[in-house]
């Protein structure tokens, strides 16, 4: 029985930070529309908003980071990289251009 239950809890665990990820995000976009509404300006809001992401996500980095070894990052890869990240960029451009 003991068992069962924690396979329940680990199959639920994905659904369960979706929507802790959800819960935050509409907190974050109601937050950002209180903001906007009072005065704030657009650009305020996003160097808030990125820095207090860096605040968040650094320790985790920092802890991630000396606990592995990682792959060398040749040349080959950060080309690959820059590849993605072009076609991606294009295509969302793409996405939200007017006459598409």
Same mark, same amino acid.
């Given at each position: 029985? /003991? ?18 990820? /959800?819960?935050? /995000? ?72 007017? /006459?598409?």
């Amino acid at each position: 029985m /003991e068992m069962g239950m924690q396979s329940r809890i680990k199959d639920s665990l994905p659904f369960t930070a979706m929507v802790i990820v /959800e819960f935050g /995000e509409v907190v974050m976009v109601t937050l950002a529309k209180a903001a906007m509404n009072s005065g704030m300006s657009n650009l305020v809001y996003v160097v808030y908003s990125n820095t207090l992401g860096t605040l968040i996500l650094l320790p985790f980095f920092i802890i991630h980071t000396n606990r592995i070894n990682r792959p060398p990052l040749t040349f080959s890869l950060l080309c690959r990289l820059f590849r993605t990240n072009t076609v991606g960029c294009q295509k969302t451009q793409y996405k939200l251009s007017p /006459e598409s």
